[in-house]
Every structure is written in structure tokens, then in C-alpha cells.
């Protein structure tokens, strides 16, 4: 069972705006900034958003991640077929002292 | 550019230690902030973090794991090694590298496959 919560599945049409929520207590999403990740079955997870709303370098403006107490989303609009992927949301937890993740979130693109 | 890749046995036997080694380059382990950590996946499973080691040599270790974790570094060789004691069944997953920056997994090896099997 994951520390933080995340809903096993998603799904939207090409165009929609679809958004993935990652729920957490104060010891980690409440005191911690939160990262979500992009695994394309098959492939190593790959850094999508960082500091809750930070985009690396060559991530398609579409995606947008939001915090706001203890939880946090990813939000994708536009939504492409490339978009089909596993996706995780991280973050610090400091009653732990080291990083935990959610249990993944399914995007399935209809 | 920075690159990760992991090595190590692909077949453990059960209450075997398993060793895998990282290594990387585009980085340094001395370098303020930098770390490297592991993390696994079993098969059809969720991301499930092990360790960090960062460039003052400061270590966290998966609570449930502790025990059976450590965690070095070999700046010389620029390489992280992980090694796991007593392995089990359940342990069989995928075992990845990852560079370490502002507590964000910013690049991540390709993984190892490791199944623990008798």
C-alpha cells in the first residue's frame, strides 16, 4: 500500500483535458514539494514535473501540476495518444526521512 | 549529458545477497545537492524507493528495508553500489539508477531486471 494515493485509473479522449490527483498527509505533500513522473510501459520512468509545477526542459507545455494541502494534480490537456502511460506522483516525506511515491495512475487514451 | 546504468546479476538465488552496481557520468558525486538513489518495480507494480546516497555521504534507507540495505559510493570510479541481503521471491523487480537533484528523480537508468529464484 502506497503513502500516497493516487486512483488506478484514467481515461479521455484526444483533445480532452484530463486530471490525475495524488492525495498525502502533512509529513510529506503538506511540508513537500511534489514531482510526478511519466513511465511508457516498457521504458524507465521519466521526470515530468518537479517542485509541483516546474516543467523540464523539452516537456510539452500541456502538462501542468497543481498542490494545494495535502494533495496535489497533473493535469493534461490536449490530451494525445503518446499520452497513454503509467503516471507517478513522489514527493518527500519527512516523518519517514526519504521519498515516497503513489501507487501509479493508468491513462488510457479512448 | 548525464547518464546511469545499472549492473548486476540477472538470477539470485533466495537468502542470497544481491550487489548491483551504478554507473554513471555527466555528473559528480561530490558536486553540493547531487545524489543517486535506487529504486525498484516488480513486475506490474508500483515504483517502490530504496535508498539515496547524496555528495556529504548522507544515506536514507527505505524504512522496511533497512535492515537488509546499504548503500556506498566510489567517486573515483563515479559509481553507487547497492547491495541487498537475505533476497526473497518478492523481491524480483526491475531495479533502477537515479540522479538525484533538488529531492526530484531527474534522470533514471534503464533498470536491471533481477528475479530471485532457487
Known amino acids: 500500500q502506497s503513502v500516497l494515493t493516487q486512483p488506478p485509473s484514467a481515461s479521455g479522449t484526444p483533445g480532452q483535458r484530463v486530471t490525475i490527483s495524488c492525495s498525502g498527509s502533512?509529513?510529506?505533500?503538506?511540508?513537500?514539494?511534489v514531482n510526478w513522473y511519466q513511465q511508457v510501459p516498457g521504458t524507465a520512468p521519466k521526470l515530468l514535473i518537479y517542485?509541483?509545477?516546474q516543467r523540464p526542459s523539452g516537456v510539452p507545455d500541456r502538462f501542468s501540476g497543481s498542490k494545494s494541502g495535502t494533495s496535489a494534480s497533473l493535469a493534461i490537456s490536449g490530451l494525445q495518444s503518446e499520452d497513454e502511460a503509467e503516471y507517478y506522483c513522489?514527493?518527500?516525506?519527512?516523518?519517514?526521512?526519504?521519498?515516497?511515491f503513489g501507487g501509479g495512475t493508468k491513462l488510457t487514451v479512448l | 549529458q548525464i547518464t546511469l546504468k545499472e549492473s548486476g546479476p540477472t538470477v539470485v538465488k533466495p537468502t542470497q545477497t544481491l550487489t548491483l552496481t551504478c554507473s554513471f557520468s555527466?555528473?559528480?558525486?561530490?558536486?553540493?545537492?547531487?545524489?543517486v538513489g535506487w529504486i525498484r518495480q516488480p513486475p506490474g507494480k508500483a515504483l517502490d524507493w530504496l535508498a539515496l546516497?547524496?555528495?556529504?555521504?548522507?544515506?536514507h534507507y527505505s524504512p522496511s528495508l533497512k535492515s537488509r540495505l546499504t548503500i556506498t559510493k566510489d567517486t573515483s570510479k563515479n559509481q553507487v553500489v547497492l547491495t541487498m541481503t537475505n533476497v526473497d521471491p518478492v523481491d524480483t523487480a526491475t531495479y533502477y539508477c537515479?540522479?538525484?537533484?533538488?529531492?526530484?528523480?531527474?534522470?533514471w537508468g534503464q533498470g536491471t531486471m533481477v528475479t530471485v529464484s532457487s
Open positions: 537515479v540522479h538525484v537533484d533538488i529531492r526530484a528523480f531527474d534522470m
Open positions: 555527466g555528473f559528480s558525486l561530490t558536486s553540493s545537492g547531487v545524489g
Open positions: 546516497v547524496y555528495w556529504d555521504d548522507d544515506k
Open positions: 502533512r509529513s510529506n505533500i503538506g511540508f513537500n514539494s
Open positions: 517542485a509541483n509545477n
Open positions: 513522489a514527493t518527500w516525506d519527512d516523518s519517514l526521512s526519504g521519498p515516497v
